[in-house]
């Protein structure tokens, strides 16, 4: 019978590099799985197209104005009083407020500065507007 020499046992080695490969795929994976987890409440809108747009997930306050002169609020309609009342408080709450204007391609110009103008009146300063895609036809 062939016994081993207790002092002559090797310690056990702890492979590491396919445990990181691991860490790193559940990484991506969540990282892309949270992105389809953002869920922007707006109503649809035929936005104008744009090359060089560009995305930003900070935004506070989706405002949308349909080609019939209906506006929303994320996709709740909402008339023009009770908008800039609601940005006028979440501007005092919040001083990186910022409003999104998704407004339709057929919608007036003149529209679009009137609710940019009455905004201002209430004190806001930051705003977007909302394109589709960069590069998009």
Not at 50 to 75: C, E, H, P, W
Not at 112 to 117: A, F, G, H, M
């Amino acid at each position: 019978m062939n016994l081993r020499n207790v002092r002559e046992r090797q310690t056990p080695v702890l492979n590491i590099i396919p445990m990181i490969d691991i860490m790193f795929f559940l990484l991506v994976f969540f990282m892309l799985s949270t992105m389809y987890m953002i869920d922007l409440k707006t109503i649809p809108v035929k936005l104008p197209q744009a090359t060089n747009a560009q995305m930003d997930t900070r935004t506070t306050f989706a405002v949308s104005l349909k080609a019939d002169g209906s506006i929303y609020l994320a996709d709740v309609p909402i008339d023009m009083p009770s908008l800039i009342m609601q940005a006028s408080l979440e501007q005092k709450n919040n001083p990186y407020f910022a409003i999104v204007i998704r407004a339709d391609k057929d919608v007036d110009y003149g529209r679009v500065i009137e609710l940019i103008d009455k905004l201002k009146g209430a004190g806001i300063s930051r705003f977007g507007l909302a394109t589709d895609g960069a590069g998009k036809k």
